[in-house]
């Protein structure tokens, strides 16, 4: 077999271990560096040093190096800890709680203070699971218990908790960052409308729904409604903070005074004076955000070093030419392109997760942008739209097993798979809208930065 064959094979054979269930960052690592030792092999062993002189061992050491001292990276476990510092003070449950009475003269109230909440939370946290599994636990019974289709309902804190990835400051952001070599705070800028866009026609479509099918969502009924002082109370107490430690965070990054990391490091420290606020700073709540955070962090740091070594390898082989002649053969037009790039990831996200996607995946789109003369911060945005689907597209939806998970026999997982589907198609309008009104993405980076040139 020729080089960019055992390439081909290697991808293929990756694909398959991952849908048997095999672990995606040990996988990644195992096959970068058994592939890589044949690519990298030089004959003539004799000895056990000669088998151990190979530069797939010096590739994974430098790749293991430059993971752990870059600077854009270093602000993944300050926003994880942030997020996991709030989520215990429980400041999540008094705002969906202020929210839903907040909302109640609406259709669906509920559904759309799960989705607010959602949105609100998933930028202090981004981490889907934990977004969704929280909700699952705070916001699914008590919509259960007021009447709401389960279906109806599950499908909201899915598509809900998967904003996290897209809005700022989503953690799927920095990782394109560091793999794109793009300006983060361009990115935070582009991100901001598409992901306020995505989450007001989820609430569009959950309101016009509930109008014209009430009994998927019943309203509340009179005796379960607080005075008003005690709403607006609670709604102040919980949602301003919390709104306010994001604001902060973020203007801190989109107006240049703090790089991410450093506007990470005072939103985990900011986190912390929430908790204290809130009179929730114990000792074994801080123990276990410190522990849930470095796990996430290890998780990802693998994660990086597998899918930096296989990338590496699969290049080194061929991988990338071959798909890019491939793609390049076709003659397309940039819309086709960019069509074909994001079907593909689509389909991607079946099997895959968006960290394996964006790490393996998109690098080999990367270098075909200038020959369609396609803005990168604007491909970024549609793949990060994109890359919404690989939570919500059965049967690998994931934020459908993280609520399966927490709700068990509750509900029945083809339920919530059907629960979701209507988000789904919301997402790909989104990218429809996107790609017909690229200002949407692209101009707040533009204003506050000045136009990009490529």
Known sequence: MTDPQVAILMLCLFIVLVLLGFPIAFTLLAMGVGFGYYAYYQGGAETLSDLLNNNIFYLLNQNTYSVMENDTLVAIPLFLFMGYVVERANIVNRLFYSLQMAARNLPGSMAIAALVTCA????ASGIVGAVVTLMGLLAFPAMASAGYDKKFASGVICAGGTLGILIPPSIMLIVYAAIAELSPLRLYAAAMFPGLLLAGLYIVYVVV???FQPKIAPKPREEDVPPASKI???LLISFVPL????????GSILGGLATPAEAAAMGALGGLVLAAIYRALTWEKVKESVFLTAKATAMVC???????????VFSYLGGHDVIEHWVLSFNLEPWQFLILVQLIIFVLGWPLEWSEILIIFVPIF???LDNFGVNPYFFAMLVALNLQTSFLTPPMAMSAYYLKGVLKNQIELMDIFKGILPYLGIVIFSMVMLYQFPGIALWLP?????????
């Open 209 to 211: 729904r509930v109008y």
């Open 243 to 250: 709104t306010v430690l994001i604001a902060t965070v973020l």
């Open 366 to 368: 990367l270098p075909m």
């Open 302 to 312: 693998w994660l990086f070093i597998g899918s930096w070594t296989f990338a590496s």
């Open 446 to 454: 533009d204003y506050l930065f000045g136009e990009y040139v490529q």
């Open 120 to 123: 609100v939370f998933s930028t």
């Open 232 to 234: 607006y109370f609670e």
